[in-house]
């Protein structure tokens, strides 16, 4: 983390884990998280490895995106993949998030059933569960919406609502030269968007454009130039469909790295989503004013570790393992002379080479995640803190089975 300013990471403590005296037992701790009887509860009581989430610096991160969209007039439907959390998605929607963003069909079902409206998923439905459950939502939930880039999945769709009766919003995802999804813009686009608008029971939305590359292109002037040539063909679908008389109500797509770019673009919403807490994979990519360390949003999630073992030198074991999904581009809060290290399943090691420093058995320390789509599947809840001290806990309700449910 060379380089990192003092705003964007904040100091850390190593800390001694308490390991005698704590005020109570573990079933008393587990019957005082049921009852949301937070008192007394500091980060040395919680188990390790576990999420913690920094409240104050989660609202700030929440706060700069609808600032953000106030000023410059773009819309953002935040990215639910990165939480998983209901909690953490209506903070959004408080704070003037227009919908939601889901990635599989399962958690569009979560975050529509916990009241939230205004959900897209943003794959097309292919098999027939899906398909089904797809049409199931539109009927329960009028507001969720999909995409499709192919005309025989609106064929299947259609077909399938016709027979459930049902109504769908449909957008077209196209091409953002990012070869995994989305149809070729232009003539190709424009004609599946007026099959889409033709089409019985289905209302067009507009179109869906993920640029992926831009997301975490280095340096804040590269980014801007890849993600304005990665959305030239969508700007250019957007004309034609509206030369043709469509109603194009919305242009999704951007990121936590575009956040300040794309209404350029084109775009009227942003689906990002890491910016609620940030991983080291976004920390390094620049921001506007400086072109190493993007501190726009800060670091608001840590996976708190325990030193478990310590009988080699420079080199110490903890319970953050590969269940945990350590990663050796992880970077400790506060301390960036320790390099994190995997060692298995449930060991991870922190290492170093400064002879002035050193760690101890029993010290805690906190570690940024690289990559919180993948994290933050891994653990069941997100203890939520002010300084030391536990405020809330949080289900991670759209995590694990999720992909298969
Ligand atoms: C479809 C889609 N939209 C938006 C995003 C942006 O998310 P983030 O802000 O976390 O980079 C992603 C990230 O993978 C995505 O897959």
């Known amino acids: 983390m060379a380089g990192a300013s003092a705003s964007a990471f904040p100091a850390a403590r190593v800390w001694a884990a308490k390991t005698v005296g704590s005020g109570f037992s573990i079933d008393e701790f587990e019957q005082r998280i049921a009852r949301r009887d937070f008192r007394d509860i500091s980060k040395d009581l919680l188990p390790t490895p576990s999420m913690v989430v920094d409240l104050d610096l989660f609202q700030q991160n929440v706060k700069r995106m609808a600032d953000q969209t106030k000023s410059t007039g773009i819309n953002v439907r935040p990215h639910v993949k990165v939480h998983k ?43 027939v569960n899906n398909i089904r459950r797809a049409v199931a939502l539109s009927k329960k939930d009028p507001t969720f919406m999909f995409v499709v880039d192919d005309a025989q999945v609106l064929q299947w769709v259609t077909e399938a609502a016709a027979a459930a009766n049902t109504k769908l919003r449909i957008a077209v995802s196209v091409d953002a030269n990012m070869p995994r999804q989305g149809i070729e813009n232009g003539q190709a686009a424009l004609e599946l968007a007026q099959k889409v608008h033709s089409a019985k029971r289905v209302q067009f939305e507009g179109f869906m454009a993920y640029s992926g590359g831009a997301a975490h292109t280095k340096v804040w002037t590269n980014r801007r130039k890849r993600s304005s040539d990665d959305l030239a063909g969508v700007r250019e679908s957007v ?167």
Not at 243 to 259: D, Q
Not at 371 to 399: C, E, H
């Open 85 to 127: 959390s209901v909690d953490v998605a209506r903070h959004q929607i408080s704070h003037g998030a227009i919908g939601l963003t889901c990635a599989t069909i399962a958690e569009a079902e979560l975050f529509s059933g916990s009241g939230i409206k205004n959900v897209l998923w943003t794959k097309q439905p292919v098999s």
């Open 239 to 405: 004309a034609l469909a509206k030369k043709s008389g469509l109603p194009v109500n919305i242009v999704t797509g951007g990121s936590t790295g575009t956040y300040n770019i794309d209404h350029d673009n084109g775009l009227t919403e942003l689906e990002a989503g890491s910016y609620v807490f940030m991983d080291t994979a976004y920390f390094s990519i620049g921001g506007q004013d400086d072109d190493k360390v993007y501190s726009d949003f800060k670091g608001a999630l840590t996976v708190l570790t325990t030193v478990d073992s310590k009988h080699h030198p420079n080199l110490v074991s903890t319970d953050y393992g590969n269940k945990a999904i350590t990663r050796p581009t992880d970077q400790v809060k506060g301390m960036p002379w320790l390099q994190v290290g995997t060692q298995g399943a449930e060991y991870g090691a922190l290492k170093w080479t400064a002879t002035d420093k050193d760690v101890k058995l029993g010290d805690r320390v906190e570690i940024y995640c690289s990559n919180l789509d993948m994290s933050t599947n891994a653990f069941d809840r997100y203890y939520v803190t002010k300084g030391d001290q536990l405020v809330d806990v949080w289900p991670i309700m759209g995590r694990s089975g999720a992909v298969q449910r």
